[in-house]
């Protein structure tokens, strides 16, 4: 067992689009396989038969960018604008 970060896994040459049971689209990619293999990720750890844990989370907010607005008057004078109007 590997505690890892996520891989990167990237196929290449094919991709095709294929018909849905509900009339639309639907894309099967793949091609060639081209793995980053770094020992941290679950990449390497899964090819080379270990079980991968890999924490994640679905927090997308960049928290550099908004601590940095937030020291900006740029916020204050959007809500003053707002209650002017």
Known sequence: MRVTRKGKRRYHDKITVVKTPFGG???WVGGS???EMHED???W???HNYVS???VH?????FD??????KTPMEAEIHKSMKTK
């Open 33 to 35: 396989i081209h793995d």
């Open 65 to 70: 960018t908004y601590y940095a607005a937030k």
């Open 25 to 27: 689209e639907a894309y």
């Open 45 to 47: 750890a899964v090819a």
């Open 53 to 55: 844990i890999t924490p």
């Open 41 to 43: 990720t679950d990449v």
């Open 58 to 62: 679905l927090e997308m907010t960049s």
